[in-house]
């Protein structure tokens, strides 16, 4: 299959305004002057008629500094670069790229068809790994009553400040103020308790896809900080400590896989420290994921073991199987996970591998995987010849359809190829076909990567290879972009065994694998050691130069570097005593120029 | 095949105690004894640690009429019939089929995996057929402020009273409280106005899986008035009304077939009289289902071609694609459809379908479809012989599975058949396939309907057929389903052309199709007329003896018999002075004796 390798002397019909290159295939000013129209009157419409409804957006930017414009953007287009204002760029990205819009309440976000597939494909492929292994799909209630949510202590202090509490139906007060769920273990382990009554009624496996409530005070951030959001919560019951160890690892495997091999995302599987464990459970386990604009780790997904806490506060007993006869022995206290992934995925593989051209989607979760776009249409062609053009690409989109590649022939009408590229590059399609009169003649169709801009990313395909090469070439642009995402992800992992090295290091978009402690105590010290005042480093860019959280820690590896001897080796903090008990991966996870939205 | 044919002279090893037989499959005392014990301490411990959670259940019996036994239920069936106390029967079916449970707040109720199960396979479906026509799912916030959800007057004027309010975040009052949507008209419609740029970008076409919240203050029912429910909510944007006026009706299909084609349940499509359509709508279409066992016409779900009331509250429009040049003409508003389809659809396919013995799981909807039983295991039976036994279901369980029929072996120990068929009967799953030493040797299995009782209902299937005969087997289950169900709509679906026999064939549960004039005045009157005092009858049955409602119009069925003049046939109503317009449907509605829990 030919895709880099016979990259050379291709036509570049690409525009690049970004690059300042006179584009060869030009918007075609009729189009222009349309979009420039439609815009005004929908501006108009919303001022108008929705008093600042989906105008938040237009306020929302962002850092203190003005927007660093890219030189020469179409009007369709991202205007700021993602190294030099990456807020802005996100939101540009997220919006210009139709996967998400601003809402009204703040803090909630409209998820667009583009993204939402990303989910629905996600759910699919984590709903078939699940189904596997025994784990049932339900549905319990939104609501959670304030003496439920309140059992158990730790765990409620955890999310207590985020409730949101309905007190009112229509004009009526209630009774007794009710909760919206931040999460479900107190909705649903009461009917553990009364479901579970043998221990064959063990494992009891049960999932749901919904949406949780945590009202954060937070700056809100698309996807990754909201305060309603999509997830999948998994509940489960096990005899044994075994059984329940198990299961975790199991599920926090797909996470990995989830994010691996759907979002071409590379994560670090671990384990969290007693500081940043769920509020309430025994240990947790984790996928953590860096993002090398902004070099903040981020927290992927967590696959928890509460441990026998909540079936105590809850009563979910079993009589000890191996009871005989009339013997007595106390009744078993089950062991319990619970774990959860929700659409922070979409906004990681975001932040991750989309540029200043807007969306880069990897293919395995993009609703439309390959367009084919008529090029070389000129005044000289004909009807006759147009339409028999066209009716060629509709035949390549219906072959392609037909072996499973989502495919759309591009045939808008009044929008030059350039202006159509650059929208589909803006949208992410992750590959465009270029179809005309001469690739039509020569049997071939010319390929252009979204990952991969420019000629280096165009190829040729012949005709006949089609149905088996794309889909390869597919796969290639997956693994490509995971590879380029996990050698940014190594290079900037950096293993310490020197104080000093420390906050260095994190200043320069760093996540630190040090040897420590692994207590909260000495956790806390190095977030305050690491923490960076507004008015240090006045001389540093811009980003840099913002005041930023300190080093929190991220996991505990289950990939040990050699190198800690029990009793010999110290905790890196140099303020502390304590023998390091494992190499455990720091680093900062807030962002330093948070959207700002009206709250 | 053999299915009905050779069900002569086949062993009834089943327990059928509602029917007083003696079972010849006893429950195994040892099961009895444990399954007792289980209970005793289930309760107990709820009883001690969940004040009050699941146990509303014990709590929920109804009218005010004492229970009905069944005599000779068993232990773990249904004790009370469908004929005699309706509301108990339901909530059994449901609780110990293991579909639903009661939650601790009222009007939420849990969807256990095997209703959850039959949700999933309606999304589906529907997402199958809606994605064929250019439908694309997505996911609008739960909120909605105060301003947007007040914006459509005769909207919101229909659920005011039932909106639930957000006022504080842990202890912080909101500034502004915020609601919960009870539909998401006014959420999304803000947006359309904002993206809505040009003709080309119609129709746009989005669906939703969410839950709403109606806070209503009449009894809840599972599945059927719920204050939160699941459903699906599509809400497109079209050029003319013609376009949206397709589009009505392709979803209206797609959702009596939903009914017909997965639920097995006949269903009438019609369009909804001016009183009883969608507030703020222009039209509403609908399919309208029917209870015998109450006699009651029940909503199946309603697709509603919305006119332009909500894109000129919005101000949802485009520039008239006519438009030449710089000629100015208005700009054109869209039409709007909306259509909703919600977890509703599995509450009446339950009261519908079963019976006395349980649930009665039509086949596609079944998360187990087959259920193989090992029977003829005795004291005489060698550890060796069992296993071997064994062995070969589970080889047959995987040849169905291979096939894709839903297949479970039933080995679980300590349990005789006959409780394991009493199980699967109390659960629904539509087919048993009983295997033995007899079957083994002979090269069969014996197959036992869910949906026939006792001898009719079984036959024996061989071996070599299996994995074509099964799947048949399962759709004729479906069909007979259908069959019946449809065959008692129209049987109690009555023509009229005398107002005397309205009230008394309303009584005697049937939905009656009259020559109305269609005004919500008329409407009003028959409610009237029709309505049932306390008082009345005093001499009838207990179920007839209750207060009910009038009878409300249903719809207005696309299926016209002959008959109505135009200008010559009257309104049936005989204090209407007005001519028909066409035949139109009413019936009683609500349920009679409704299940009471705690408020």
């Known amino acids: 299959m030919s895709d880099q390798a016979e990259a050379q002397g291709l036509p570049d019909r690409t525009q690049n305004p970004a690059e300042g290159k006179a584009p060869e295939g030009e918007i075609s000013k009729n189009a222009a002057k349309k979009a420039a129209k439609a815009a005004k009157l929908a501006a108009g419409k919303a001022e108008k008629a929705n008093k600042g409804i989906g ?47 601003y809402y009204d309440v703040s803090g ?25 292994i025994g784990v049932r799909n339900c549905s319990f209630p939104l609501f959670v ?19 949101a509490w309905v ?3 229509g004009n009526t007060p209630l009774e007794k103020k009710i909760a919206i769920r931040p999460t479900s273990e107190t909705v649903m382990y009461p009917y553990y308790s009364k479901w579970i009554r043998s221990h064959r009624d063990l494992p009891l496996r049960l999932n749901q896809w919904n949406s949780v409530v945590r ?40 996470y990995a896989h989830v994010y691996e091999d759907l979002l071409a995302v590379p994560v670090v599987r671990g384990k969290k420290t007693e500081k940043e464990k769920f509020a309430g459970g025994y240990y947790t386990t984790t996928v953590e994921g860096y993002i090398p604009a902004t070099g903040r780790g981020i927290q992927g997904g967590t696959s928890h073991c509460l441990g026998q806490n909540f ?10 199987p191996a009871v005989r006869g009339d013997e007595k022995k106390p009744p078993l206290y089950v062991w319990q996970n619970s774990w959860g992934l929700s659409t922070r995925t979409i906004g990681v593989m975001v932040m991750i591998h989309s540029d200043n051209k807007g969306l880069v989607l990897p293919p395995r979760v993009a609703e ?140 320069e978009k760093n996540v630190l694998l040090i040897p420590h402690c692994l207590t909260e105590e000495c956790e806390d010290q190095i977030k305050d050691l690491s923490a960076r005042k507004a008015e240090e480093n006045s001389d540093v860019p811009q980003d840099a130069r913002a005041p930023s959280m300190g ?49």
């Open 55 to 101: 105008k938040s957006e237009a306020k929302m930017p962002t850092s203190k500094a003005p927007k660093k414009k890219i030189e020469g953007a179409a009007l369709i287009g991202i205007d700021v670069s993602k190294e030099e204002d990456f807020p802005s760029w996100y939101q540009q990205v997220l919006t210009k790229g139709e996967m998400l819009d």
């Open 108 to 132: 909630c976000f409209i998820l667009k068809p583009a993204s939402y597939f990303v989910w629905e494909t996600i759910q699919n492929w984590f709903n078939d790994k699940i189904k596997k």
């Open 145 to 163: 009553s304030e003496d439920v949510l309140q059992r158990e202590k730790d765990h409620i202090e955890g999310f207590a400040a985020e409730v």
């Open 167 to 169: 007190t009112h139906a």
């Open 215 to 254: 009202w954060e005070f937070k700056h809100p951030q698309p996807f990754l900080r909201t305060r309603e959001f999509l997830w999948q919560e998994g509940h489960t019951a096990h005899l044994t400590e075994e059984g329940a160890a198990e299961e975790v690892l199991q599920i926090l495997d797909h």
């Open 311 to 320: 079936s105590k506060m809850f009563n979910i007993t079993v009589e000890d």
């Open 368 to 507: 439309v995987q390959v367009a084919i776009v008529p090029v070389g249409v000129t005044k000289a062609t004909t009807e006759e010849e147009r339409q028999a053009l066209y009716k060629e690409i509709d035949e390549l989109t219906a072959k392609l359809t037909a072996v499973g590649v989502r495919t759309e022939s591009d045939l808008r009408e009044g929008y030059s190829p350039g202006w159509k590229f650059n929208d589909l590059e803006l949208r992410g399609v992750p590959l465009r076909l270029e179809f005309g009169p001469g690739e039509s003649k020569g049997g071939f169709v010319t390929a252009a990567r979204r990952d991969i801009p420019g000629k280096d990313g165009k190829s040729q395909i012949e005709l006949k290879n089609l149905t088996t090469a794309i889909p390869e070439l597919l796969d290639t642009i997956h693994n490509d972009l995971f590879r380029r995402a996990d050698a940014q992800f190594r290079e900037h992992r950096k293993q310490l065994t020197q104080w000093d090295d420390f906050v260095p290091l994190l200043n």
């Open 551 to 599: 080093a929190k820690s991220l996991c505990i590896p289950f990939d040990q570097p050699e190198g800690i001897e029990a009793g010999v080796t110290k905790c890196l903090n140099p303020h502390c005593e304590r023998f390091a008990e494992k190499w455990c991966m720091f680093g900062r996870t807030s962002h330093p120029v948070p959207i700002r939205i009206k709250i």
